[in-house]
């Protein structure tokens, strides 16, 4: 548990804000990308970090199938179907910030 909480320290340093640390690392031969999220709540309005992380995603891609931004129909795991860069940029605009190392 120590190792875990020294690994997120710099990145989760806010002592009295509600925060959210989300990151990925995807690697297919010998290519590797890796994102990262943190999210801070906003007490004043009553929305918490995970509030945050988990509404604004979900309303994102409710948006784009509702606006046609999705080309499959049917049942498909998100991954394979809601096109990447523009739900980064979607949820961008709803003050979500994910950063993009290659």
């Known amino acids: 548990m120590l190792n875990h909480m020294l690994l997120l320290a710099p990145e989760l340093n806010y002592p009295d804000r509600d925060s959210v640390l989300v990151r990925v690392t995807a690697t297919k031969g010998d290519k590797k990308v890796k994102y990262e999220l943190v999210d801070l709540g906003e007490p004043q309005l009553g929305i918490t ?3 945050r992380t988990t509404a604004f995603p979900a309303s994102t891609v409710a ?3 509702g606006s046609g931004k999705v080309a499959k129909k049917g049942a498909y795991p998100q991954e394979l179907c809601i096109p990447g860069e523009q739900f980064i940029r979607e949820i961008r605009k709803r003050g979500v910030d994910v ?3 290659r």
């Open 49 to 51: 970090a995970m509030m």
């Open 63 to 65: 948006w784009m199938l």
């Open 99 to 101: 950063k993009l190392e």
